[in-house]
């Protein structure tokens, strides 16, 4: 399968810590994304890293890529109530077709 | 709309039956996808569309499966003699694809479907 593994499956961090989660596959890719979802509905897309890319930040987010060891890390700074979702990573392989990982349930407590 | 619009929201039916998935991506999106999920679960691939190039359908689990997209908008997918493994929510997502790979996707907000 093609499917990216998350870990851990589950988190419960205190507000105002950092969050991280990891995610491996395991054949080369285009690029890699980070989607969170919410009540287990529709997915929202957080920030897509490129191949040739090492780290990216977004506002709280930081992502970082590995190729070499097919990984990548999604680190959530300073973690509010309100970041309680599921997060996945989706992996592009050839042309369009984008698979995603099992997800890691983050519970941000108050 | 504004976003990618799924019907029905709810679909429960009975073991056997035929049911029909509708998606409405966003206007102008060439790229359009399917995935399901189990409850507590990852999304699992079902197809995907994008422009005029044949779909890669890969990930559909079964020839009782089937999806069309008709004038590069709307996208049915079919789910033939339904089982109870099939209850899950389904997940449209449309793209601009522009460009290398799909970029963004925008996803509606899932049809349930429940088989008994």
């Known amino acids: 399968s093609q499917q990216g593994e998350e870990d851990p499956q589950a988190l419960s961090i205190q507000e105002g810590e950092n969050a991280t989660m990891n995610c491996s596959y395991k054949?080369?890719?285009?690029?890699l994304q980070w989607y969170r979802q919410n009540s287990g509905r529709g997915l929202v897309h957080l920030i897509l890293?490129?191949?040739?890319?090492r780290e990216k930040h977004s506002g709280r987010l930081r992502v970082t890529l590995d190729t070499s060891k097919k990984s990548s890390s999604l680190l959530i700074t300073a973690s509010r109530a309100a970041d309680t979702a599921s997060y996945f990573c989706?992996?592009?392989?050839?042309?369009?077709?984008?698979?995603f990982g099992s997800g890691t349930r983050l519970l941000v407590r108050p | 709309g504004a976003g990618v619009s799924q019907s029905p929201s709810n679909k429960v039916t009975e073991k056997g039956k035929d049911v029909e998935l509708r998606c409405d991506p966003i206007?102008?999106?060439?790229?359009l996808y399917w995935y399901r999920q189990s409850l507590g679960q990852g999304l699992e691939f079902l197809i995907y569309?994008?422009?005029?190039?044949?779909?890669?359908k890969s990930g559909l689990p079964s020839d009782r499966f089937s999806a069309e997209r008709t004038g590069g908008s709307v996208s049915t997918l079919t789910i033939q003699r339904t089982q109870q493994e099939d209850s899950a929510v389904y997940l449209c997502?449309?793209?601009?694809?522009?460009?290398?790979?799909?970029?963004?996707?925008?996803f509606g907000e899932g049809s349930r479907l429940t088989v008994l």
């Open positions: 997502a449309s793209s601009l694809a522009r460009g290398m790979g799909p970029g963004e996707l925008f």
């Open positions: 054949t080369s890719i285009n690029n």
């Open positions: 890293i490129r191949s040739n890319e």
């Open positions: 989706a992996t592009e392989y050839s042309s369009y077709k984008l698979i």
């Open positions: 206007s102008g999106h060439t790229a």
């Open positions: 569309f994008q422009g005029n190039s044949a779909p890669d």
